[in-house]
């Protein structure tokens, strides 16, 4: 699985890095540090990145379930 922020959308809400601390963080400025980039998620933390892109008030985080993707 993968997930990206959308760098337009991110406002700085913070709802994503607050209820997946293990797996987001605050840029310091109140974005995530992941704006404007796809990762990897890392196994285990699948659940936690689908939180955290359901609760963003701005759907600026994508998840990609394909293995290939
Ligand atoms: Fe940005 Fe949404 Fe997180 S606006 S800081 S991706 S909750």
């Known amino acids: 699985m993968k997930m990206s922020v959308d ?5 700085g ?3 994503c890095y607050a209820l997946a ?3 987001l963080e605050s ?9 404007g980039s796809m990762v990897d998620v890392p196994q285990g933390s ?4 689908r939180d955290a892109a359901a609760w963003c008030p701005e759907g600026a985080i994508n998840i990609l379930d394909r293995e290939d993707s």
Do not use: K, M, N, Q
């Open 46 to 49: 699948e659940s936690a990145a």
């Open 7 to 11: 760098a337009d959308r991110c406002s």
């Open 13 to 15: 809400h913070g709802r």
């Open 21 to 23: 601390p293990a797996l």
């Open 27 to 35: 840029d310091g400025d109140g974005f995530v540090t992941i704006r």
